[in-house]
């Protein structure tokens, strides 16, 4: 009876002690993602910190040179200053909320509050950062409490000529990061520290708990009575750098913002809902790892009923099952932080790799490189060949790549066709090669299953310490630097560069309004006449579109439309050209009015569209245009990107009796095979080659060419950017009778053209 009593007393207790040591890691790991998750809390917290003090830096550098500000301060007349409007823009158009200035001339006193109408007093006994200005004329930033809040705070030396003649002071409130960490789910509460209570004369005096002052309008609730219900004291020391601080409903993470002396200032208390974290690859290890356990433990109490007596053998036996577990423990591990398809390093133990990296990086003074990459129209392969295909090239790519780096090299799928690579203690020249190597490498034929694939990549580029110190703000930044690789044209790299992230917030400003612009109808049509030199008869005009934002003002074409190309919004532009100039100059029609012929700018976006010849259908029976005199102008550049397929929409178009001409000739470097193919009307000679006429003899070649072109090949031709007699006259001579630009007239708005078309045809 003792025989069969031990085996299972001993089963028992293995079963105990690896229910135990599961659950002990489970814990372990559950805790180890608190604890990241409290981490990530702060480290978001003090890049939005970074980022607010150094926009306000540059704000104030970009203020100190404004030439009407010295001028007042020179003059000593503040009535022309009024920066609130540029506050309200901020407030509309960024994350710069509750931005104020302050402009104080050379003697300290207050030249300009844009938050008072108080002026003229002395500053210099009341703050001596103005007294060391004063003394010492530099940059000055810190973080200060006044009797409102505590605030960011910049002051820059104002200078004319090499002399000091005042400074300028910008402030701004924490009110955009708590709303940037609460729309990361990241609910934040910030607290003033009790020091400061009765410095803060101007505040909600209902808003102190415990003699600490709640910064937050709207705090959350939830996370405001896991405060009440314990002192404040207790919260902000609950967590250390190994332990994490959780309440009933979330993690919890206190940042303490520290004044010049070291001193707490104010305290952010951050919590992340318990909800809202996925702990299933956590769960899913644990079930794995008991049920592996169980089985083997099955196994293990037959063995031992088996070969009780053979003591060497369950030893051995023992082992074996350790190191199964040992082994599918590894593999678990392997695969939460690897990807499934290519092998390669997963985001998550990437991000975890290059924190570690910055670390070591940080101690040894050295430095390393984050490349981003994207392979260029991937989504095009899906499309035409399937997910399965797409699968197949992905692999390929990541073999590349991996044959590209060295072996300390860490290569990552971050996401579909996204990849990143850490490149450690690599010197200019080694990166460039290894990236190179890469662009060429990937660059070369994929073979798949009879299918042969060309395909690039764009690769952005960002350095450590120079591009960031964190790794959000690296991976931001490279990321930021291949978007700009393929704005240049992909198959290309680019190194992160300041100005392309002033140049993504324009552009983000900008494609904003656009779609306002289209939703508003803010966008209107203007016409430049074409003309018959040898008659002086108007035989039609070019649509030219114009914005006037209400909260940009005019914004140049050159600006908006590749933002427009980029977004796919050109599509509903060149739609709602169509529409608007065929109904205008129909209306003229039905005023008598002989409307000649109607140009218009189609963009390559447009041509690649399935609807487009469905959309023009529709609009010329909506508006009921004749087809005869529309003619449709599509730059050598975009015909030439994709001959074969533009011959095929232009014969399209040209079945509904519409006419096509090549705008801008010349620029392109198109075939003459291909012109020759191509079913097109009219040729238009480029303004670059009109501008200097008759004196270059460059142009005067190239634009002899064309017209010869023209003519041999028996189709129409016309010049633009015509300003002079001198150009109008050689072109007439050379055979070129038919002209647009600023000699007859600059581009019209709908009534003055309709006023020209009066005047002419009588």
């Not at 790991?29 to 607010?52: A, F, G, V, W």
């Not at 605030?151 to 709303?179: A, H, R, W």
């Not at 007596?309 to 678990?332: A, G, H, P, Y």
């Not at 990143?420 to 190597?437: F, P, Q, R, S």
Request: aromatic content about 10%; charged content about 25%.
């Amino acid at each position: 009876m003792s025989r069969l009593l031990f085996p299972i007393f001993l089963l028992l207790l293995i079963a105990s002690i690896g229910y135990i040591l599961i659950t002990s890691k489970n814990e372990a790991l559950i805790d180890e993602r608190y604890l990241e998750i409290s981490k990530n809390m702060k480290t978001h917290l003090e890049s939005l910190i970074k980022e607010k003090q150094d926009a306000i830096l540059q704000m104030s550098l970009a203020m100190s040179q404004d030439q009407k500000i010295k001028n007042a301060l020179l003059s000593k007349d503040s009535l022309n200053i009024n920066l609130k409007e540029f506050s309200l823009k901020l407030k509309n158009n960024t994350n710069l909320k509750n931005i104020w200035f302050q402009i104080v001339d050379a003697e300290g006193k207050s030249f300009y509050r844009s938050f008072s109408n108080k002026t003229g007093d002395s500053l210099v006994k009341a703050r001596s950062d103005i007294d060391k200005m004063i003394k010492d004329p530099q940059i000055i930033t810190s973080i200060s409490a006044g009797k409102f809040a505590i605030s960011f705070k910049t002051m820059v030396p104002i200078y004319e000529n090499d002399i000091f003649i005042g400074m300028f002071e910008t402030l701004g409130m924490f009110d955009s990061i708590i709303q940037k960490m609460q729309e990361n789910n990241e609910h934040t509460i910030m607290l003033i520290d009790k020091s400061y209570k009765d410095q803060l004369v101007y505040v909600d005096k209902t808003k102190f708990i415990q003699n600490y002052f709640i910064v937050n309008d709207k705090a959350d609730e939830k996370l405001l009575d896991y405060i009440k219900a314990y002192s404040i004291e207790a919260v902000i020391n609950c967590e250390d750098n190994s332990t994490v601080c959780l309440s009933p409903h979330s993690v919890v993470s206190v940042y303490k913002l520290n004044d010049e002396h070291g001193k707490p200032m104010a305290y952010f208390i951050m919590s992340y809902n318990l909800d809202e974290i996925n702990l299933n690859d956590i769960f899913q290890v644990r079930n794995i790892l008991f049920l592996v356990f169980g089985g083997l433990l099955f196994v293990g109490y037959i063995l031992f009923l088996y070969f009780q007596s053979k003591k060497n053998l369950i030893k051995n036996l023992n082992f074996k099952l350790e190191d199964l577990v040992k082994s599918k423990t590894k593999e678990l591990t392997y695969l939460a932080h690897h990807d499934a398809l290519t092998g390669l390093t997963n985001r998550f133990l990437f991000l975890e790799i290059v924190k570690n990296t910055i670390e070591s990086a940080k101690r040894h003074n050295s430095k390393f490189s984050i490349l981003f990459l994207d392979l260029d129209r991937f989504k095009d392969i899906n499309d035409t060949y399937g997910h399965y295909m797409g699968d197949l090239l992905l692999k390929s790519v990541a073999k590349r790549l991996k044959s590209c780096v060295r072996a300390e090299d860490i290569v990552c799928r971050l996401a579909g066709d996204e990849f990143a690579i850490l490149l450690k203690n690599v010197d200019d020249d080694g990166l460039l090669a290894i990236v190179e190597k890469i662009i060429h490498s990937i660059g070369q034929s994929i073979e798949l299953q009879n299918n042969v694939f060309n395909i690039t990549i764009s690769i952005g580029i960002s350095c450590f310490p120079r591009d960031g110190s964190d790794v959000d703000i690296l991976m931001s930044n490279a990321d930021t630097a291949m978007y700009k690789a393929k704005e240049i044209g992909r198959d290309t790299y680019q190194f992160y560069d300041k100005k392309m992230s002033e140049s993504a917030l324009n552009r983000v400003i900008l494609e904003k309004n656009l779609k306002i612009a289209l939703q508003e109808n803010q966008f209107e049509a203007f016409y430049q006449p074409q003309i018959d030199t040898t008659t002086g008869e108007i035989i039609g005009a070019e649509a030219l579109i114009r914005w006037n934002s209400p909260k940009l003002g005019f914004v140049s074409p050159a600006d908006f439309i590749p933002v427009a190309e980029q977004t796919k919004l050109i599509i509903k532009i060149d739609l709602w050209m169509m529409r608007e100039t065929m109904n205008q100059l129909m209306n003229f029609q039905k005023c008598g009015i002989d409307i000649k012929k109607l140009s218009l700018n189609v963009s390559a976006k447009q041509l690649e569209s399935k609807e487009m010849i469905a959309d023009l259908k529709n609009i010329l029976k909506e508006t009921g245009f004749d087809a005869s005199r529309l003619d449709l102008e599509i730059t050598e550049r975009e015909m030439m990107k994709n001959p074969e397929a533009t011959i095929v929409i232009i014969n399209e178009i040209k079945k509904l009796g519409i006419s096509i001409s090549i705008d801008d000739f010349g620029t392109g470097h198109s075939s003459l095979a291909y012109i020759k193919r191509l079913p097109i009307d009219k040729l238009k000679i480029d303004k670059s080659f009109v501008d200097e006429l008759p004196h270059d003899k460059e142009d005067v070649a190239i634009v002899r060419s064309v017209i010869s072109i023209a003519k041999n090949l028996q189709i129409d031709i016309i010049a633009e950017g015509v300003e002079t007699h001198e150009q109008r006259d050689f072109l007439l001579l050379e055979g070129c009778p038919k002209i647009q630009g600023y000699f007859y007239s600059k581009p019209l708005n709908a009534n003055d053209y309709k006023e020209f078309l009066l005047k002419h045809n009588i």
